[in-house]
Antibody
Framework: QVQLQESGPGLVKPSETLSLTCTVS????????WSWIRQAPGKGLEWIGY???????NYNPSLASRVTISLDTSKNQFFLNLTSVTVADSAVYYC??????????????WGQGALVSVSS | DVQMTQSPTYLSASVGDRVTITCRAS??????LNWYQQRPGKAPKLLIY???SLQSGVPSRFSGSGSGTEFTLTISSLQPEDFATYYC?????????FGQGTKVEIK
């Protein structure tokens, strides 16, 4: 069974960089996309972006100027960096496996989520 | 962007009820539509992909239908563990977007 686990600081200061790691276990990172999704308190889901096994990325245009997603296949990990954060970036951040298929792309495995608060 | 609009936003129902949630896309997305369930404090869980395919391990009381711009998620007989928030998500273009969610509450 594939499992994903987010890790990283739970508190980030305004204007600084939010950095999270997602560790994948129980399966290969090959042939899948690996996404970050966030959810502000009491709000809906916002897709941030993905990285594929080759390191190619695709970002939500609303965040693209501040986001970098990368991966280290030797460690079965992928990463999120979000620069110049504000209080509006406070959210639960989820990592998820993006199953890319002919019929649809869908998120079939998710991490438990990491709560990140932006505050001075 | 493809905008996804769910209705209703809130739904009050009883155990055993048949429940239907609608998701509309701002343009045709063919069948590139997925449904997720999110219980409080938990990560979303995939229920339906490609509009009507049931994810492995999901109870058969969940079903999905539709194509183009209008889609439905149906729960044939609501169970206590089904009280949660449900989200649709489109994967037609490479900017994945979600609906705003439908919260199913106990009547």
């Amino acid at each position: 069974q594939v499992q994903l686990q987010e890790s990283g600081p739970g508190l980030v200061k305004p204007s600084e960089t939010l950095s999270l790691t997602c560790t994948v276990s129980g399966g290969s990172m090959k042939t899948y996309f690996w996404s970050w999704i966030r959810q502000a308190p009491g709000k809906g889901l916002e897709w941030i972006g993905y990285v594929d096994y080759s390191g190619n990325t695709n970002y939500n245009p609303s965040l693209a100027s501040r986001v970098t997603i990368s991966l280290d296949t030797s460690k079965n990990q992928f990463f999120l960096n979000l620069t110049s954060v504000t209080v509006a970036d406070s959210a639960v951040y989820y990592c998820a496996r993006d199953h890319s298929g002919f019929s649809s792309d869908y998120f079939d495995f998710w991490g438990q989520g990491a709560l990140v608060s932006v505050s001075s | 962007d493809v905008q996804m609009t769910q209705s209703p936003t809130y739904l009050s129902a009883s155990v055993g009820d048949r429940v239907t949630i609608t998701c509309r896309a701002s343009q045709s997305i063919y069948t590139y539509l997925n449904w997720y369930q999110q219980r409080p404090g938990k990560a979303p869980k995939l229920l339906i992909y490609a509009a009507s395919s049931l994810q492995s391990g999901v109870p058969s009381r969940f079903s999905g239908s539709g194509s183009g711009t209008e889609f439905t998620l149906t729960i044939s007989s609501l169970q206590p563990e089904d009280f949660a928030t449900y989200y649709c998500q489109q994967s037609f273009n490479t900017l994945w977007t979600f609906g705003q969610g439908t919260k199913v509450e106990i009547k």
